[in-house]
């Protein structure tokens, strides 16, 4: 419903499944005639795939298995894939990563969207009238604009923006940072925060250029700058006039310093730029979390 009141249109229809359930699936593309597919329904906590191996691979594969068979029986042959860097070798080195830069995911989360992508890969490679866009996330944040649509994790978020949404929103009393002796200019770790509305336009462009092209591409999404943590939470204080409070903990297992994308690729294939900072990101996620604890006095 926030959906259609976000866009100003009416409401997507949504049909509730477990993306393994293979009958429900088949149904589903069989009543539907879609002309493509963006597949975004996946597990994506690196803690998490660590502790639950098996689930990770069952969701993020053998749930896209299931989602190719059943656009095959039906005739889809366009997808879009949520990837993630989490693929790259991402201890590998320092500077911008590109598309072409090493493998090498060290949790099962990040193992588990490698296979994904091979197995897309391989279907494309097999079908040529497939086409296949293989978008990867860097790190992507903030809220609709709106305030109408964001994020609700469950459980402690493993996430920067989430986790600092919540101090600001008083749910939590201090932001925990994970190390302050990275090789880094502040010392805290880098990365590339992309706005979720950039990352939905990523999307849309993909889909033109699987239309316009025929076939598939490989990309990065993100915005190629990279931020601080220390950044970050200075730009949410900003955000939302009030302290962030924070403490140095210990460097967190399987963290890099640095890691933020090259976006030439991005801009060659999809004409894709990311527009919003992380004030607008800040800005927007604020608004959401206002929304989603009304007991939070506006600032
Ligand atoms: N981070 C932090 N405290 C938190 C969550 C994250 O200091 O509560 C840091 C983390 O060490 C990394 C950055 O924020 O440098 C982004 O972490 P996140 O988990 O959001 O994304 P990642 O890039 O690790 O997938």
Redesign the pocket.
């Known amino acids: 419903d926030r959906i259609g009141q976000a866009a100003g249109r009416p409401a997507p229809r949504v049909v509730e499944a477990d993306i393994r359930d293979r009958t429900a699936i088949h149904d589903l593309m069989e009543r539907s005639q879609f002309d493509a597919v963006m597949h975004f329904a996946g597990l994506k906590s ?1 803690s998490d795939s660590v502790s639950r191996p098996a689930e990770y691979f069952d969701v993020n594969v053998g749930g896209l298995v299931t989602v190719i068979q059943a656009m095959k029986s039906n005739g889809v042959r366009k997808l879009v894939f949520s990837s993630s ?2 693929v790259y070798d991402l201890g590998a080195g320092q500077g911008a990563i590109r598309e072409d830069a090493p493998f090498g995911p060290n949790n099962p989360y990040g193992q588990s969207k490698l296979m994904a992508e091979q197995v897309l890969q391989a279907q494309e490679a097999a079908a040529p009238d497939w086409s296949v866009g293989i978008l990867r996330y860097f ?1 992507p944040a903030g809220a609709h604009p709106s305030g109408l649509i964001g994020e609700c994790p469950a459980d402690p ?5 989430p ?1 600092i949404a919540q101090v600001a929103a008083g749910q939590r009393q201090y ?5 302050d002796d990275w090789d880094t200019p502040d010392g ?4 590339d925060y992309v706005h979720i509305t950039d990352l939905a336009r990523g999307h849309l462009a993909s889909l033109d250029a699987l239309e316009r092209d025929g076939h598939g591409h490989v990309v990065n999404l993100g915005t190629g700058r990279g931020l601080s ?1 220390q950044d ?1 939470r200075r730009a949410y204080e900003h955000a939302c006039g009030r302290e962030i409070p924070f403490r140095i ?1 210990p ?2 297992p399987g ?1 890099v310093a640095s ?1 933020y994308c090259d976006t030439q690729r991005a801009r060659d294939v999809l004409g894709f730029e990311a527009r919003q900072d992380v004030d607008a990101i800040c800005a927007s996620s604020w608004k959401w979390v206002r929304h989603l604890y009304p007991e939070v006095s506006p600032s």
Do not use: H, K, Q, S
Request: contains cysteine; glycine residues 12%.
């Open positions: 690196v860097a989490t790190n978020p493993d996430n920067l923006l986790y932001l925990g940072i994970f190390g805290t770790g880098v990365r943590v970050v903990l460097r967190r963290d890691c």
